[in-house]
C-alpha cells in the first residue's frame, strides 16, 4: 500500500498538489509524534503509581500467574516487575504502530481526495484528457481506500472491542481505588484508552468529510461545457 502512493497518479504533478502534499505529509508526522507522546505519558503514569504505592508492598503493575513465589525475594520480585513493564512497552510500542499507521493511511486518503478536487478545479473548457486522468485517479483512490479496510477492518474490530473492555474494567477499578497515585494512573490509562477510540473515529470520519469535496467540486465546475468524445 505504501508502495502504491510512490506511483502515478498518486504523486503530485505541480508545486500545488506539492504543497497539499507536504501538509498532509506534516500533519502525519504531528499526529504520530502528539500519540507516541501521550501513549509514553500513559506508561510512565503506570508505573509511577506503581512504585509509589505497590512496589513497597511487592505488588506487581498487574496480577499475574509466576510458576514461583514472587514475594520470595526482592530479586524475585524485582526481575518479575522489570518483567512486566517490559511487556507494557513493547505492547505500547506496537499499539503505537500501528494505530499511527492506520490513520497515517487515512490522512493519505485525505490528502488524494484534496488533490483530485485541486485537479477538478483546474480544468478548463474542452480538457476531455484531463478530465479522464481525474476519473481515472478517483477510481484508484477508492480502490486503495477499499484495500485499506480490507486489511485492516478485523483487526480494528478487534481494537474496538479490546479498548472498550479496558475502559469499562478500568473504569471499575477506580471505583475503589483509595490512592491518589493509584487514581491518577489509572485515570490516565482510562483516557489513553477513549482518547484511542476517538482517535481513530475522528481521522476515519475526517476522510468520508473529504470525499464529499468531490461531488460538490464537479457540480461546481464548468461540467455542461465537457462532451466525451
Known amino acids: 500500500m505504501l508502495d502504491l502512493l510512490k506511483k502515478k497518479p498518486f504523486v503530485p504533478e505541480n508545486n500545488g498538489e506539492g504543497e497539499i502534499h507536504a501538509r498532509y505529509d506534516n500533519l502525519i508526522e504531528k499526529v504520530a509524534v502528539g500519540y507516541t507522546i501521550q501513549i ?37 520480585f524485582s526481575m518479575t516487575f522489570l518483567y512486566q513493564f517490559l511487556g507494557l512497552v513493547i505492547i ?21 481526495l484534496e488533490m483530485l478536487v485541486y485537479r477538478l478545479h483546474n480544468i478548463e473548457g474542452h480538457e476531455i484528457q484531463s478530465l479522464k486522468h481525474c476519473v481515472w485517479h478517483h477510481n484508484k483512490i477508492f480502490r486503495f481506500a477499499d484495500m485499506v479496510n480490507n486489511f485492516f477492518n478485523k483487526m480494528m474490530f478487534v481494537q474496538f472491542m479490546a479498548s472498550a473492555v479496558a475502559v469499562c474494567f478500568t473504569l471499575y ?19 489513553a484508552g477513549i482518547c484511542q477510540t476517538f482517535f481513530f473515529c ?22 455542461s461545457t465537457m462532451f466525451l468524445i
Open 40 to 76: 509514553t505519558f500513559c506508561v510512565l503514569s503506570l508505573l509511577g503509581m506503581a512504585l509509589i504505592c505497590d512496589f513497597k508492598l511487592k505488588k506487581l503493575m498487574f496480577p499475574g500467574w509466576f510458576p514461583f513465589d514472587i514475594t520470595s525475594s526482592w530479586l524475585a
Open 173 to 191: 477499578l477506580l471505583t475503589d481505588v483509595q490512592d491518589t497515585a493509584q487514581l491518577i494512573g489509572w485515570s490516565t490509562y482510562m483516557f
Open 202 to 223: 475522528w481521522f476515519g470520519n475526517a476522510a468520508k468529510v473529504k470525499s464529499l469535496d468531490i461531488s460538490n467540486m464537479v457540480y461546481n465546475s464548468d461540467w
Open 92 to 112: 505500547c510500542i506496537g499499539v503505537c504502530i500501528f494505530d499511527t499507521l492506520f490513520v497515517g493511511l487515512l490522512l493519505h486518503i485525505c490528502c488524494q
